[in-house]
């Protein structure tokens, strides 16, 4: 397989395993770029690319930027804040006066969940979604299991747990489904009102009880509690979220084996992970933040390349 099989990536679930081995075999040979003193290629001159960014991002948007950057691309920046939106333009209507100035592709993450498949079916450039509501962040699932195959070898087979507030997050379902399709086995881990009742029929186990969660993982990803998307208290307090479903270097020592810890940030670090566990050993935290560069590389040069539209 050379060429992916989506015009666009709006989701991991429109992706099949070989879509996202294609991916990786890509991202391995851009790792290998952007580790060189000139870490520039030329694959994607003459090709403009509009990062149109509608909610707050420090790693996306910067990833995104410099992978497009390295593929020497001419990149335009929109941030909501700041712009026409303040004065009622419509979504449609930005897009489009955005692809007036002949834009080839578009990167965007919206608070809306579906926003990335509402501009596909409206504009003709190429859309990569960069995260949408609580739906999915597809780059972001890719980059993880970029890194648990880095560092275990293989995803295949590799037992994942997710903890923490799955229910706003679009981190939890990307991986949950990304990871399933490489083979991987995944639970999520949180308290009753993080997760939501209809998980289980992806075929995700389902565990309230952090260190049994632990004892089974090889690798735990931890999520940031959202309060900016939670309309009403879902636990007491977050002193209380902290003690039964923070993961501390205690807690972390005391298992049978050793586990990989990830996070896709922004961290709340003493919340979901103590400062000790963000920077050990077990902690591939900013290995991911790299992987990102080489994962968003990939993605814009395949979708770049494909000329069947
Ligand atoms: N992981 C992630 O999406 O981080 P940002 O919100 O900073 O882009």
């Not at 081995?21 to 890509?26: G, K």
């Not at 006066?97 to 993450?109: F, H």
């Not at 632990?214 to 998307?229: F, G, H, K, P, S």
Request: glycine share 6%; with cysteine.
């Amino acid at each position: 397989m050379t060429k992916l099989s989506t015009k666009h990536l709006l989701g991991i679930k429109d992706l099949g395993k070989e879509d996202i081995q294609l991916i990786f075999s890509t991202a391995d040979n851009f790792k290998e770029v952007i580790n060189r003193p000139i870490k520039k290629v030329p694959s994607l001159r003459d090709t403009t690319i509009a990062n149109l960014f509608f909610e707050n991002s420090t790693r996306t948007k910067i990833s995104f930027e410099l992978a497009e950057k390295r593929l020497s691309a001419d990149v335009v920046n929109f941030s909501a804040s700041g712009s026409s939106l303040k004065k009622g333009e419509t979504l449609i209507d930005t897009v489009n006066n955005i692809l007036a100035m002949k834009i080839d592709m578009v990167v965007m993450r919206h608070p809306s969940p579906g926003a990335a498949l509402f501009l596909s079916r409206h504009i003709n450039s190429k859309i990569i979604n960069a995260g949408d509501g609580a739906h999915e962040h597809p780059t972001q699932a890719l980059l993880d299991a970029f890194s648990i195959r880095e560092k275990l070898g293989e995803v295949k087979g590799k037992k994942v747990v997710i903890v923490g507030d799955i229910m706003h997050s679009r981190v939890a379902l990307s991986n949950i489904f990304c990871l399933q399709k490489l083979g991987a086995e995944v639970m999520v881990c949180g308290p009753t009102t993080l997760i939501p009742k209809y998980i289980s029929s992806l075929g995700v186990k389902v565990e309230h009880n952090l260190r049994r969660a632990l004892e089974w993982c090889d690798v735990a990803n931890m999520l940031r509690i959202q309060l900016e998307r939670q309309d009403i208290n879902y636990f007491p307090s977050l002193r209380e979220y902290t003690m039964l479903y923070g993961v501390s270097k205690k807690m972390l020592d005391s298992l049978k084996k050793e586990i990989i810890i990830m996070h896709p940030g922004p961290i709340n670090r003493g919340v979901e992970i103590t400062s000790d566990v963000a920077d050990s050993k077990e902690s591939i935290i900013l290995n991911q933040v790299e992987n990102g560069v080489a994962i968003r590389m990939a993605v814009l040069f395949l979708l770049a390349g494909r000329t069947d539209q």
